[in-house]
Nanobody, 116 residues
Framework: QVQLVESRGGLVQPGGSLRLSCAAS????????MSWVRQGPGKGLEWVSS????????YYGDSVKGRFTISRDNAKNTLYLQMNSLKPEDSAVYYCNARGVGTEYWGQGTQVTVSS
């Protein structure tokens, strides 16, 4: 059974930091291209960041570049997103996404709210 389970998000003050994790099981995590995608209130899905399965090359959306860091631990089957200098516009449900050849999986999402 495939599972992607994101850690609990939460309420963070502007300028604060938060680290999300996504625990994967039921598929070969190390072979999958992993991403974080978010959906703000009343908005569509927005791609945040991705990381290659083999060389760990990372990619970031312009809105988070320089503030967020994606990483993975293939030994632990876990994906991470370190979020720094958080802004109110980062408030969203954050989803973990796994893409392989002909397959794609999604986590259930975790709410991150940035507010004073």
């Amino acid at each position: 059974q495939v599972q992607l389970v994101e850690s609990r998000g939460g309420l963070v003050q502007p300028g604060g930091s938060l680290r999300l994790s996504c625990a994967a099981s039921g598929f070969m995590f190390s072979s999958y291209y992993m991403s974080w995608v978010r959906q703000g209130p009343g908005k569509g899905l927005e791609w945040v960041s991705s990381i290659n399965s083999d060389d760990y090359t990372t990619y970031y959306g312009d809105s988070v570049k320089g503030r967020f860091t994606i990483s993975r631990d293939n030994a632990k089957n876990t994906l991470y997103l370190q979020m720094n200098s958080l802004k109110p516009e980062d408030s969203a449900v954050y989803y973990c996404n796994a893409r392989g050849v002909g397959t794609e999986y999604w986590g259930q999402g975790t709410q991150v709210t940035v507010s004073s």
